[in-house]
């Protein structure tokens, strides 16, 4: 159950990596979690090691607005009407040459990544608008600076969803609601492991830091000012560094460094 004032955080990919680390960051402190995932055993089984912490969990595919509706009803329902922070964080990658994986692995990535930040912004805004100083993380990533060779269509939707984050933080500045974003280099997680440690730019960069670096830059975007809230927020030195180079280099530069990490 929602203990009374404690706010309410709602977080998609609950069931491993970057968002369970979220999620026990913020059950530690006392808020109201919402553990959301397509692996619903594997949310449940997170949840349960939470033991009494006041949390809701389920299973939502991002990809499905109605699975969206049913859960923002049932978390909101439990956390007393309220939604304080939204973390799109449910994305999947596929690393590959780019023709050689099938087209449909493409279109899935798209409709995760892209739509279904999309799907959960347009599900949420009535509840982020009725809640005061509500706020939207979307897990964005360092690929959105240049695109990455063999991870194309993975840095396309997290550029696709940087320009969303920017956009919808203006226009929602009338109903009071923040909408950022979190920039991550490589984090060691699954997704790593299974899929982008094929990249060369791995090997070239190493895997730096883990889910409760990112969760931590989550956590402070999260009990922020809203004044005072960057749009984005580069986590680590690696990100960091290549963002301001990314800014002051010329493209061509940005072509041949990024062309070079990754072996080509
Ligand atoms: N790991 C990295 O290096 C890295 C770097 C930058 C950004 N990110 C981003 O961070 C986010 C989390 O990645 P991670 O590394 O923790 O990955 P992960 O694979 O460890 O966890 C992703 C979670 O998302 C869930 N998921 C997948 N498809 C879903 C869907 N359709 N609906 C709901 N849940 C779904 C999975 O079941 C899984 O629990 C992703 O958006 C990713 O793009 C990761």
Redesign the pocket.
């Known amino acids: 159950m929602h203990p009374a004032q404690a706010p309410a955080l709602f977080v998609?990919?609950a069931?491993?990596?970057?968002?369970r680390a979220v999620a026990e960051r913020f059950a530690a402190q006392g808020w109201f979690v919402g553990l959301?995932?397509?692996?619903e055993a594997?949310v449940l089984a997170v949840q349960r090691g939470l033991g009494g912490a006041a949390t809701v969990a389920g299973r939502?595919?991002?990809?499905q607005p109605e699975d969206w509706d049913a859960a923002l009803r049932r978390f909101t329902d439990a956390a007393g009407g309220r939604l304080d922070v939204l973390l799109n964080?449910?994305?999947?990658?596929v690393t590959s040459p780019f023709e050689a994986a099938d087209l449909a692995r493409h279109h899935r990535l798209i409709d995760?990544?892209l739509k279904?930040v999309v799907n959960g912004c347009h599900a949420a805004a009535l509840y982020l608008r009725r809640t005061p100083g509500s706020r939207v993380i979307n897990?964005c990533?360092?690929s959105a600076l240049y695109g990455q060779p063999e991870l194309a269509s993975y840095s396309a939707t997290k550029a696709a969803v940087r320009s969303l984050t920017e956009a919808l933080d203006i226009e929602w500045q009338r109903h009071g609601v923040r909408v950022v974003d979190v920039l991550?280099?490589?984090?060691n997680?699954?997704?790593?492991a299974d899929e982008?440690s094929r990249m060369k730019t791995v090997q070239t960069l190493g895997v730096r830091l883990g889910?409760e670096d990112v969760a931590e830059a989550v956590w402070r975007l999260a009990n922020m000012a809203a004044a005072r809230m960057p749009v984005h927020t580069h986590v680590g030195w690696q990100t960091k560094l290549f963002a301001l180079l990314s800014k002051l280099s010329p493209s061509f530069m940005n072509r041949v460094v990024t062309a070079r990490m990754a072996g080509y």
């Open positions: 998609t990919g069931a491993a990596g970057i968002g959301w995932d397509i692996d594997g939502l595919d991002v990809t964080n449910a994305g999947i990658a995760i990544n279904g897990m990533s360092a991550p280099l490589f984090v997680t699954a997704m790593v982008v889910p």
